[in-house]
């Protein structure tokens, strides 16, 4: 069974950045397809990245260039790097990863509060 635990939220200040991770266990994590979604208060949980075993990324239009998803396999983390944070990225943040594809059930941690706010 894959375990997922998030950490690296809080409350920071408009402009400023946090670093969330996502630290897996249970699997192989080389092989997992792994991203970040973000649910709002009143909203859905939404994609924000996502990081193939092989490196590529794919990012929702409203983080491009603020936000960056990377993995380190032999710490078996994924990371999300969130740069000039805006209100409206205040969000609960969810990592989850799967085998073949994340539209599918797949594997979810308990997610991070993230408040940007002055």
């Known amino acids: 069974q894959v375990q997922l635990v998030e950490s690296g939220g809080g409350l920071v200040q408009p402009g400023g950045s946090l670093r969330l991770s996502c630290a897996a266990s249970g699997t192989i994590f080389s092989k997992l397809l792994t991203g970040w979604y973000r649910q709002g208060p009143g909203n859905q949980r939404d994609l924000v990245a996502t990081?193939?075993?092989?490196?590529?990324?794919n990012y929702a239009d409203s983080v491009k260039g603020r936000f960056t998803i990377s993995r380190d396999d032999a710490k078996s983390t994924v990371y999300l790097q969130m740069n000039s944070l805006k209100p409206e990225d205040t969000a609960v943040y969810y990592c989850k990863a799967a085998y073949r594809t994340l539209a599918g059930l797949g594997f979810w941690g308990q997610g991070t509060q993230v408040t940007v706010s002055s």
């Open positions: 990081i193939t075993p092989a490196g590529s990324t």
